[in-house]
């Protein structure tokens, strides 16, 4: 029954109770990060907030301008029974969605990240979200518009391929939002429980090993949600949350990182991705 209600949920959720989930988990990780912060960052942070609030905002209106692409996709595919979870037998609801979401989290994060990374046009639209210095919550959509065409046409190969309705694929979205603002948040868990969560879903210093400046941890712990995906394909690293620093070490200045000119032309400027980092 609770199921069935969530389900029934997503497959209507108004527009405006996506806005109100986005700023809700901002303000709610906002807040945290100013209780138990993991490092206490000397800078302005609305200042610092100003250039990944704008390419959050550019985010949105790319998404909800491609949104009827996906609703179409999502009931082509439910109507046409095509795509993997249409073809198993009959499962529980609770089975069905997790399965979805699961699959989702491959195609529309980890695989698009790992694909990103790897190419080098990709990596350098992609360097727009590591060139921040100061990591934290409103980190989580600091994305170059051409990222977000992107990261919504892996999106798209993900319902074709794995069969999602929309209430599947929007209660995926829902849950990919709140971790990524969840694990990207400047937030100081203790480290057994950091730990423990990393076994099964993305925890915050999981994730921000990602954001340390220099290969090879710059190329691992690419999930979102679930981490079974980068122990799966060899991709998982640890490191101790101390000896992290952020940003890239190709891309140095912090002022013109923070400078939203600077960062839309970044995926443009000339620069050779380094093969391997003495950074142990």
């Known amino acids: 029954m609770i199921m069935e209600t969530l389900y029934n949920y997503f497959e209507t959720i ?7 989930l986005l700023v809700s988990g901002i303000i709610l990780f906002w807040l945290l990060e100013g209780a138990v912060p993991l490092f206490k960052f000397n800078y302005k942070k609305w200042r610092h907030a100003v250039p990944n609030f704008f ?9 909800f301008g491609l949104a009827f692409i996906l609703l179409w996709s999502a009931d082509w595919v439910k109507a046409s029974n095509f795509g993997i979870i249409n073809w198993l037998p009959e499962i529980p609801l609770w089975s069905y969605i997790l399965i979805g979401v699961l699959l989702l989290d491959f195609f529309g994060a980890y695989l698009a990240h790992f694909v990103e990374h790897k ?3 990709l ?11 100061k990591v934290d919550t409103t980190t989580a959509n600091r994305h170059h518009p051409i990222e977000s065409l992107i990261r919504f046409s892996f999106t798209l190969l ?86 992290l620093v952020y940003g890239v070490d190709v891309f140095p200045d912090e002022l ?25």
């Open 14 to 20: 108004p527009s405006s109770h996506r806005s109100i």
């Open 55 to 63: 390419f959050t905002l550019t985010t949105i209106i790319i998404n």
């Open 119 to 121: 190419i080098k046009p």
């Open 123 to 133: 990596w350098m639209v992609h360097l727009v979200h590591h060139t921040d210095h």
């Open 158 to 243: 993900g319902i074709f391929v794995v069969g999602t309705p929309i209430a599947i694929v929007m209660l995926y979205q829902a849950i990919s939002l709140i971790f990524t603002q969840f694990t990207h948040a400047n937030i100081k868990l203790p480290k057994v429980i950091d730990k423990a969560i990393s076994y099964v879903l993305i925890s915050p210093d999981m994730h921000k090993i990602h954001h340390h400046y220099r290969l090879p941890y710059t190329d691992s712990n690419y999930g979102n949600i679930f981490s079974i995906w980068d122990r799966i394909f060899g991709t998982y690293m640890y490191m101790e949350r101390e000896k």
């Open 256 to 280: 013109k990182n923070s400078r939203i000119p600077e960062l839309l032309k970044q995926p443009f400027q000339p620069y050779e991705k380094p093969t391997l980092s003495a950074d142990k």
